[in-house]
């Protein structure tokens, strides 16, 4: 079973501080996801595999290494997940983009997908899910089925906030999978939202209701 990493770095904390404050606006909610993808996605792709290259310097000629092995692919879950994208595509700019839109059905809970693409050789890539919450951990399962369903054998899922119940539902569902998170909130409530959590995250990003 893959571990589950929370991400403790002092800015990342800070940061997600100020996004869960419910004074925090659109612009800086926006902004603050940004960020704080920005810095797990360092942890997120440590463990790239690296090869050894010569270069020539303006001094001389060097030893040393670039990423080698699997590309990178990234794919949000809708449409909260896309708040995350730019952040990553800054880090690693050539990793290819997939959507995933699913929505939770109020009444029971379960992800209703409406919206599936990613890049024609996903299968060939190592996959990051990005989605800013992990609640109930349904819309998650339902995406990462969705993706070994396409071929895709080594799925990553990068969040900002999840829950003790959905990190359970995912190492149940999809022990393969290495969850990547900032804080682990105490419970849900009746309609599947993490408390305290930081609300609803793509109402936030988006100025929605």
Same mark, same amino acid.
């Given at each position: 079973?893959?571990?589950?990493?929370?991400?403790?770095? %002092?800015?990342?904390?800070?940061?997600?501080?100020?996004?869960?404050?419910?004074?925090?606006?659109?612009?800086?909610?926006? /902004? +603050?996801?940004?960020?704080?993808?920005?810095?797990?996605?360092?942890? @997120?792709?440590?463990?790239? %595999?690296?090869? /050894? @290259?010569?270069? /020539?310097?303006?001094?001389?000629?060097?030893?040393?290494?670039?990423?080698? $092995?699997?590309? #990178?692919?990234? @794919?949000?879950i809708l449409?909260?997940?896309?708040?995350?994208?730019?952040?990553?595509?800054?880090?690693?700019?050539?990793?290819?983009?997939?959507?995933?839109?699913?929505y939770r059905?109020?009444?029971? #809970?379960?992800?209703?997908?409406?919206?599936?693409?990613?890049?024609?050789?996903?299968? /060939?890539?190592?996959?990051?899910?990005?989605? %800013?919450?992990?609640?109930? $951990?349904?819309?998650?399962?339902?995406?990462?089925?969705?993706?070994?369903?396409?071929?895709?054998?080594?799925?990553?899922?990068?969040?900002?906030?999840?829950?003790?119940?959905?990190?359970?539902?995912?190492?149940?569902?999809?022990?393969?999978?290495?969850?990547?998170?900032?804080?682990?909130?105490?419970? +849900?409530?009746?309609?599947?939202?993490?408390? %305290?959590? +930081?609300?609803?995250?793509?109402?936030?990003?988006?100025?929605?209701?």
């Amino acid at each position: 079973m893959k571990s589950t990493v929370i991400i403790e770095h %002092p800015l990342i904390q800070h940061k997600l501080t100020m996004l869960r404050d419910k004074n925090t606006n659109t612009k800086e909610f926006r /902004e +603050l996801v940004s960020e704080i993808s920005m810095l797990m996605g360092y942890e @997120v792709t440590r463990d790239m %595999p690296l090869k /050894e @290259v010569e270069i /020539e310097t303006p001094m001389g000629f060097a030893k040393t290494k670039v990423i080698s $092995g699997k590309k #990178l692919g990234i @794919v949000p879950i809708l449409r909260a997940g896309l708040g995350m994208v730019d952040a990553m595509l800054k880090l690693i700019p050539s990793a290819k983009v997939g959507h995933i839109g699913l929505y939770r059905d109020p009444e029971t #809970l379960k992800p209703i997908e409406y919206y599936c693409k990613l890049p024609e050789d996903a299968a /060939e890539r190592e996959i990051v899910i990005l989605d %800013p919450m992990l609640a109930t $951990g349904g819309s998650a399962s339902a995406a990462m089925e969705y993706l070994k369903k396409q071929g895709v054998k080594t799925i990553k899922l990068m969040c900002l906030i999840a829950s003790a119940e959905g990190i359970k539902r995912i190492n149940k569902e999809h022990p393969d999978v290495g969850i990547y998170c900032a804080a682990v909130d105490e419970k +849900l409530n009746s309609h599947g939202y993490i408390i %305290p959590g +930081l609300g609803d995250a793509g109402d936030r990003l988006f100025g929605t209701k």
